[in-house]
């Protein structure tokens, strides 16, 4: 699965949405709002269209590079206060150093190029936050 959604997720149902016996290697990576510096929240805006489409590539890259089984992605759009879940990547792969590396792969990958905007919310003020693509 591969979304872009206001709504929070269940970790634990997303999870069980991956697994399967043939599985021996489930790895999760949570993105949460940071406190730093001050910081109150995080609005963050996409292009949802063209950021499912781009996580849809980066998921098939993921699957043509690695051993892996399973992938699912959900990032979260809108207000988001520190603490608040921002993004899951769940792999699913035989052996856990495949669904370790694949996940790693994919986060990097959505870093640099899905249009996805945050803004930081704090005590001086906002301010919109580069982005990773480029590097």
Do not use: Q
């Amino acid at each position: 699965m591969i979304s872009v959604t206001r709504d929070d997720f269940d970790l634990n149902a997303e999870i069980d949405r991956v697994r399967r016996p043939d599985m021996g290697g489930l790895v999760t990576f949570l993105g949460v709002v940071r406190d730093e510096g001050g910081l109150e929240a995080m609005e963050l805006e996409a292009y949802e269209e063209v950021a499912v489409k781009e996580m849809e590539t980066i998921r098939d890259e993921a699957f043509a590079k690695f051993p892996i089984g399973a992938v699912t992605v959900i990032h979260r759009i809108g207000r988001l206060r520190v603490g608040e879940n921002i993004l899951l990547i769940v792999v699913g792969a035989g052996h856990r150093k495949e669904a370790f590396e694949a996940c790693e792969y994919i986060l990097e990958r959505i870093k640099e190029s899905v249009p996805i905007w945050k803004k930081e919310i704090g005590e001086g003020g906002e301010r919109w936050v580069p982005g990773d693509s480029g590097k």
